[in-house]
């Protein structure tokens, strides 16, 4: 499985933007797909994870009730919307898929990853 990030870039604080990740190579519905960032000098962190059918999603509390996960299995696409961004969103965003929903918070437990997209917030 092949995965494509893009939608990153340079927004200011209080402002939105949406990241898309195009899965290939693969079964895109029978993936559990998920979103990771890492910020200069940290651990990559969850962020948000969602099941194959869209059924089930699961956010951090940072960014709980501020972004919203989706997909479109029909499109192979999993989408990461972002509103009421902030300083510490700034990061470089991971999509990665798994095929289990049993470890969805530990990036230890996906297989695949994109490639990732920069996302900075300005002040």
């Known amino acids: 499985v092949q995965l494509q990030a893009s939608g990153g870039g340079l927004v200011q604080a209080g402002g939105s933007l949406r990241l898309s990740c195009v899965a290939s190579?693969?079964?895109?519905?029978?993936?559990?797909m998920g979103w990771f960032r890492q910020a200069p000098g940290k651990e990559r962190e969850f962020v948000t994870a969602i099941s194959w059918n869209g059924g089930s999603t699961l956010y951090s509390d940072s960014v709980k009730g501020r972004f919203t996960i989706s997909r479109d299995n029909a499109q192979n696409t999993v989408y990461l919307q972002m509103n009421d961004l902030k300083l510490e969103d700034t990061a470089l965003y991971y999509c990665a898929a798994v095929t289990n929903w049993g470890a969805v918070r530990s990036p230890d437990g996906y297989a695949y990853w994109g490639q990732g997209t920069q996302v900075t917030v300005s002040s």
């Open positions: 190579g693969g079964t895109f519905g029978r993936l559990v």
